[in-house]
């Protein structure tokens, strides 16, 4: 799989095969540049790749049109980015609710009573009506974690989940992470460069060496 | 959660800001709503007040100066016709009913008309009912008793049995200025119900009073009896004359094509003019379109520099909700899903302004109203609510809706990877 980005095209994602099971849990491990967060774009259907094929859940996202991969986004993967995105004028319990608007997987009448249980699965259940404003970095994350299982995803992609947690709270957002992911069946891939982090997942990947692209690159 | 709520929340989130947005919005559209309502009732108002009259004869001068003063009551008279022309068309089979007016003199203001009970009947015929004064009140049966108009005895507290002193002129001059009729004071015997016409501002009395009241005998072969205008006659002395001029009359015909011929016989003489109120009214009025336009246009104007505030406000909305859009994206919001988030919120905006404009236009629309009545005595109807506000409303929202379609645009063409970058 190819990605080539920018006005002069520069290959940046060079990735010959990457298989991950369903249910299980990987890592993509590397420094800054790696193409972490671009593969994980290409892989939700982000970014397009320029060449090649990504298949998730027996979907070939390149065969799809831009709206089928929206629904598909909404469907099937669940998003934990690094600095929480959650929407800030609405409560967690909203921010929850939130992308089960967006896909036709939850019945409305039990859309709430699912955003609560999960808000209460990250032991959050007394935040519901808390603004993001209102809440610690580390309640914030939670949840996110909480809003990415909403649509029961096949697969939750996290962009370096603890890079904007104080260092106590990483192990905590880490075994929540995969705990919840286990709970729900989901594959869970995480983008990091944080040791602490990927120790709780079943594989690893070293980007510079799944990346051709990027370990070419001159230093 | 739906693309409404998500807008709302979002609106809500920047409640000042939208809120002095939608009160630009509302003004603009406040704006048009008062002025196409006052000048639409006025203008309706007008003519039917000009229209109840078919012909007004008055001294040669300005036909507009002759209208506003013998029918409106706000000018001064542009002179004064021979009484021969009032006899000359009171025996003229063409004529159905001929009214004089004798002006010159007000009080506080308002003005004297000297005249004759047939003027109530004429009101009456404009307005479908007869004018009736309230109890115990009787029309004027001599000289020196005053009717007073609704608005007039409102306005100054006169009741039936009070006496007042008029002044010569319509302009209310200081005291050292002023030259009041002391030595013969007018007797309120009647106050009259409202008319909703000019009659409500002004105080009426006998013809024959005006002319007793500036020293003047009563003309030749006048049909009231002279020992009426008694109270003048004890001002008898040097330099007397008889009266041989009157301010106005008004005419009513038996057919227009009378109406003609009495206009082409008054237009043959030298000091009068036959003049056909609703015509002039509808040319002044087409001047004042020209005003009407002036102001619609500035009204429009600032509707539209509203609309330019909603897309400042929900562009620069955009640029800082890059990540927060990039994000509900990345969640699988599809990027009309954006688009109606940005058009609905745009929507909103533009729905509070304009209810708050209608709702302000309409209320602006009533107190102006009562202004206008309230200095001319003219009521102006103003429809609950009329088919022109609701298209204002329409197209205050649709031109909101237009000033979302860019900021929504640009929302719809962000680089989600890009903007979900936390170093973005």
């Not at chain 1, 998003?79 to 608007?101: K, R």
């Not at chain 2, 409202?194 to 500036?214: G, L, M, Q």
């Not at chain 2, 009513?252 to 036959?274: C, E, T």
């Not at chain 2, 729905?351 to 005595?377: N, P």
Request: proline content about 5%; overall charge positive.
């Amino acid at each position: 799989m190819d990605f080539r980005s920018g006005g002069r095209p520069v290959t940046v994602l060079n990735i010959s095969h990457l298989a991950v099971a369903a249910g299980s849990s990987v890592g993509l491990f590397g420094p800054s540049g790696s193409g972490k967060t671009t593969l994980l774009n290409v892989i939700t259907g982000i970014l397009t790749p320029s060449a090649g094929n990504v298949v998730v859940d027996g979907v070939d996202l390149a065969s799809l049109s831009p709206g089928a991969r929206d629904r598909f986004r909404a469907e099937r993967v669940g998003y934990v980015f690094q600095a929480f995105n959650l929407i800030p004028p609405l409560t967690a319990l909203e921010n929850v609710l939130l992308p089960m608007g967006f896909a036709a997987r939850i019945p409305k009448r039990q859309q709430r009573s699912r955003a609560q249980e999960l808000l209460g699965r990250v032991n959050l259940g007394h935040r519901l009506h808390h603004k993001p404003a209102e809440l610690s970095h580390g309640e914030q994350q939670r949840v996110g974690i909480a809003r990415a299982l909403a649509n029961h995803p096949q697969l939750i992609v996290a962009d370096e989940p603890t890079a904007s947690l104080e260092p106590g709270l990483t192990q905590e957002i880490a075994r929540l992470l995969v705990s919840v992911c286990q709970e729900e069946h989901a594959t869970l891939l995480v983008a990091s460069h944080d040791h602490s982090l990927l120790r709780h997942l079943a594989r690893v990947e070293d980007m510079q060496v799944l990346n051709t692209a990027a370990s070419s690159e001159p230093a | 959660m739906s693309a409404l709520m998500l807008a709302w929340r979002y609106l809500h989130a920047r409640l000042p800001l939208n809120v002095l947005t939608a009160l630009t919005v509302g003004f603009g559209v406040t704006l048009i709503i008062a002025a196409s309502a006052v000048s639409s009732s006025t203008k309706t108002s007008v003519m039917q007040s000009a229209g109840g009259y078919q012909l007004l004869v008055a001294a040669k001068g300005s036909p507009v100066q002759a209208v506003m003063s013998s029918l409106f009551f706000i000018d001064a008279p542009t002179g004064n016709v021979p009484v021969e022309v009032y006899r000359q068309l009171k025996s003229d089979r063409g004529v159905a009913r001929v009214v004089p007016l004798n002006m010159g003199d007000s009080y506080r203001g308002f003005y004297i008309v000297g005249t004759t009970p047939d003027y109530f009947a004429l009101i009456g015929d404009m307005i479908g009912r007869p004018v009736q004064t309230r109890p115990p009140g009787r029309v004027f049966e001599k000289p020196f008793e005053a009717v007073v108009g609704a608005g007039v005895a409102h306005d100054l507290g006169l009741k039936v049995g009070n006496r007042f002193v008029a002044l010569h002129g319509f302009i209310d001059l200081p005291a050292d200025l002023a030259d009041p009729h002391e030595r013969l004071p007018y007797t309120v015997v009647a106050l009259l119900e409202k008319t909703n016409t000019p009659a409500d501002k002004a105080i009426f009395t006998r013809v024959e009073t005006i002319w007793a009241i500036h020293h003047q005998d009563l003309p030749d072969a006048w049909d009231t009896p002279a020992a009426e205008t008694e109270p003048a006659h004890r001002d008898r002395g040097a330099g007397r004359k008889k009266a041989s001029e009157i301010t106005a009359l008004l005419v009513q015909g038996q057919s227009y094509m009378d109406l003609l011929r009495l206009s082409s016989m008054i237009g043959k003489s030298p000091s009068a003019q036959a003049i056909f109120p609703a015509r002039i009214v509808t040319r002044l009025l087409d001047y004042l379109r020209i005003g009407e336009s002036v102001v619609l246009g500035v009204s429009w104007l600032t509707t539209v520099v509203a609309f330019f505030a909603i897309m400042i406000s929900m562009l620069a909305a955009t640029i800082d909700r890059r990540r927060q859009i990039a994000t509900l994206r990345a969640l699988g919001a599809g990027q009309w899903v954006i688009v109606r988030i940005i058009l609905l919120e745009a929507a909103l905006i533009s729905t509070f302004g304009a209810i708050a404009g209608v709702v302000a236009g309409r209320g602006a629309a009533y107190v102006l109203a009562a202004l206008v009545e309230r200095m001319s005595g003219l009521r102006l109807d103003l429809a609950p609510i009329a088919s022109a506000d609701i298209m204002t409303a329409l197209i205050a929202l649709a031109l909101g809706i237009l000033a979302g379609a860019i900021p929504a645009y640009s929302a719809y063409r962000q680089d989600v990877a890009r903007n979900l970058s936390p170093s973005f």
